[in-house]
């Protein structure tokens, strides 16, 4: 008895085999284009800049989300959608804003502002209490009055950088002259307080008192007289007449010499380079141009301290870090001198500030 064969898909309409390719390759296209509008959406990044958070002022709204193809902001003042991935935006009325932004249609991230009138930013610097002139190695106390103030830096004109993190500071000057006093409250650093004092020499006090009778004073010039006679020839007249000039010498022109600055460094980019030093990818030797070869410069961390930049390199490598504000201060030769750094790291799923 013969086998028989029996197949089970000669009986099935090819046009079946037809439609189900066009399902797959329309599934495919569909997938594909949804992967490429992924965007991870804890990782987006905008920024919201503006020199005055006033009303009337230009504000500026940027995206830099990798992946982001589209973008919807809404800036909470029921004014139109903008489309656009940079545009700036000017409110009428003082208040706080929710500013939305969808990216790619499904992200939605938020961020709250706040908008002031001009009339409410009388008294909005913070004043610096201090004596107007002081003494080179006197310890000198400063104070501060602002209202609603919770950190506080003082940079007090010799170091370039920060000098302290307290609101009454002790300081002693080491050098005498005008030193600008600059104070900066809550990380704003658009409202910085600034006040010049005078540093003077440090006033030498006389232990005894000097006896005025005991000094002897010069003779008066009537006790001198000229020698009697005529007067006579000086020898070294006519020893000069023999002896030989040499040559003037061809002065070289001075060499201007033209000093080095250290390499421009964005704040996008330096925060780029410190994920690295996070993802263990770099190292503090990685700044040299930068830091001007000086890896102790300070870095206030979270407002809470004040570390040098090395032992804070050493601090977040290994750590998934999420960087949230960066601001760098550079000398005349572009030198990073100080930096004010706020991030939260990883940690159990949860993004939290590091103490």
């Known amino acids: 008895m013969k086998k028989t064969k029996i197949n089970l898909f000669s009986n099935i309409d090819p046009k079946v085999y037809a439609s189900l390719g066009v399902l797959l390759l329309l599934g495919l296209i569909v997938l594909s284009f949804q992967y490429r509008r992924h965007v991870d959406c804890e990782n987006a990044k905008f920024i919201v800049h503006s020199d005055e958070f006033m009303i009337n002022r230009v504000v500026e709204f940027y995206d830099n989300t990798e992946g ?9 003042d029921s004014t139109a959608v903008d489309l656009r991935q940079r545009t700036l935006h000017q409110y009428r009325k003082p208040g706080d804003y929710i500013v939305k ?5 499904n992200c939605v991230h938020e961020k709250l502002i706040n908008i002031s009138s001009i009339s409410q930013q009388t008294g909005y610097l913070p004043a610096i209490i201090s004596p107007n002139v002081v003494s080179v190695g006197e310890a000198v106390k400063f104070d501060a009055e602002k209202e ?59 232990k005894q008192k000097i006896d005025m009778k005991s000094y002897e004073f010069e003779r008066p010039h009537v006790a001198f007289s000229l020698p009697v006679g005529s007067a006579q020839k ?59 070869g000086k890896y102790d410069i300070p870095v206030v961390v979270n407002d809470k301290k004040l570390i040098p930049f090395d032992q804070f390199c050493q601090l977040i490598a290994g750590k998934k870090i999420k960087i949230t504000a960066l601001r760098i201060n550079k000398d005349q030769k572009n030198c990073i ?4 750094i706020q991030y939260k790291v990883k940690k159990m799923m949860i993004w939290m500030k590091e103490k």
């Open 101 to 105: 932004l969808k990216i790619n249609g």
């Open 148 to 206: 609603g103030g919770e950190s506080w830096e003082w940079s007090f004109g010799e170091n370039g950088g920060t000098d302290a993190l307290d609101k009454n500071p002790s300081y002693q000057f080491k050098s005498v002259g005008e030193k600008k006093i600059t104070l900066i409250v809550n990380g704003d650093v658009e409202h910085t307080a600034v006040k010049t004092i005078y540093v003077a020499p440090k006033t030498i006090i006389a």
């Open 337 to 340: 001198q100080n930096l004010n």
């Open 234 to 292: 000086d020898p070294l007249v006519d020893m000069l007449q023999y002896i030989p000039v040499s040559p003037k010498s061809k002065l070289k022109k001075d060499s201007i010499s033209i000093e080095n600055k250290a390499p421009e460094i964005s704040n996008e980019q330096l925060q780029l380079l410190l994920n690295q030093v996070a993802a263990q990818l770099k190292t503090k030797d990685d700044f040299k141009d930068y830091l001007c």
């Open 68 to 76: 982001a193809k589209s973008w919807e902001w809404d800036f909470g």
